[in-house]
């Protein structure tokens, strides 16, 4: 866990480890959730990087006779 100081302006600095943990990219995009007293940043991914991610998944699957 790391600590981060608020500026005046209430920006932070996100620390250069997670930054490069997390591969972010200035002017990236995060979602700010808030969950009682607690602040997650979710990174948006741009959709076209989720394709292939089901490659070699098994879509076979067998019907009940009563769903034919």
Do not use: C, H, W
Request: charge should be positive; proline fraction near 6%.
């Amino acid at each position: 866990m790391e600590t981060v100081k608020l500026s005046p302006k209430y920006q932070v600095v996100i620390p250069k480890a997670i930054r490069e943990k997390m591969k972010l990219v200035p002017g990236q995009i995060l979602q700010i959730l808030e969950s009682g007293d607690r602040i997650e940043f979710i990174p948006v991914r741009d959709i076209k990087l989720s394709r292939g991610f089901l490659k070699g998944m098994d879509t076979e699957f067998t019907r009940d006779g009563d769903r034919i």
